[in-house]
């Protein structure tokens, strides 16, 4: 018998695909391993906005940093080009009204292939040279594409929009995980920044009981079956020693699809 599927996106992007994956008949658990939560400090964010017209182009790495900018953005100026990633962040894009009818959008040609490497590869960055591009992201994240733009000449700005925050390990949480290491089952994985905070709240619960009895939870977790969508994630959970993965390329419908073959 089928495990539970463990969705461990941010809250706001697990119910989305928790629906769809109950609708297939599976036992849905939705652990978000990322916290979202806006910047104390906007400053830079609003008065980036406030220049939407002066860019030719602007880049949003995730759907939590559409989210964040359209928080404060009444009307997108139809000349300006946006670039995302992949479909998740498409779907934020028309959830806030911008389509294809009202805006050039750009994103990887290859919808199994979404990530910084395959924009920059689908960009026009010849057009770019000397054109102002905005870059919106988390607090922290990868440079690759801030320094991919510059590179080809672009003038590019990059704000922060949100902090992601690994959440804390409370007892409810504790026992969350230890309910869900008794048995096997399949865990989505979107981020290897969540995965490498799994690890850790791991470490965390087994320190806490070492006095008491003996646990390996990092272990156990390695003997989860991983889903992930992105060759960089398979990549951080075979450094941390999984070994049982399916990479499904981007977008839910492969997500899915993956966790059909798993019934």
């Not at 008949?25 to 400090?41: F, K, M, N, S, T």
Request: aromatic share 2%.
């Amino acid at each position: 018998m089928a495990g539970a599927v463990v969705i461990t996106r941010p809250l706001a992007q697990a119910r989305p695909l928790a629906a769809r994956v109950a609708a297939l008949g599976r036992a849905v658990e939705v652990l978000p391993l990322l916290e979202i939560a806006p910047l104390q400090d906007q400053s830079a964010l609003l008065n980036a906005l406030a220049r939407l017209p002066d860019y030719a182009l602007v880049a949003f790495v995730s759907p939590n940093a559409i989210d964040a900018a359209f928080a404060h953005i009444r009307q997108w100026p139809p000349a300006v080009t946006l670039a995302v990633l992949g479909e998740g962040s498409r779907a934020a894009l028309a959830a806030h009204g911008i389509t294809p009818a009202q805006a050039r959008i750009v994103s990887p040609a290859d919808a199994a292939h979404s990530d910084s490497e395959h924009l920059l590869q689908t960009l026009d960055l010849d057009a770019l040279r000397g054109k102002p591009v905005l870059l919106v992201r988390g607090e922290s994240g990868r440079e690759l594409m801030a320094d991919g733009l510059r590179a080809a000449g672009a003038l590019v700005d990059v704000v922060p929009a949100y902090r992601r925050a690994v959440p804390e390990l409370t007892p409810a949480l504790a026992a969350t995980l230890r309910r869900l290491l008794a048995q096997r089952n399949d865990w989505v994985i979107t981020s290897s920044e969540a995965l490498r905070g799994l690890c850790g709240l791991l470490h965390q619960m087994d320190l806490q009981t070492a006095g008491a009895m003996q646990h390996n939870s990092v272990v156990a977790m390695q003997q989860q079956h991983l889903i992930v969508p992105h060759a960089r994630i398979a990549e951080t959970a075979n450094n941390l020693g999984f070994s049982q993965l399916t990479l499904t390329g981007s977008g839910d419908e492969r997500l899915l699809a993956a966790l059909q073959s798993c019934l």
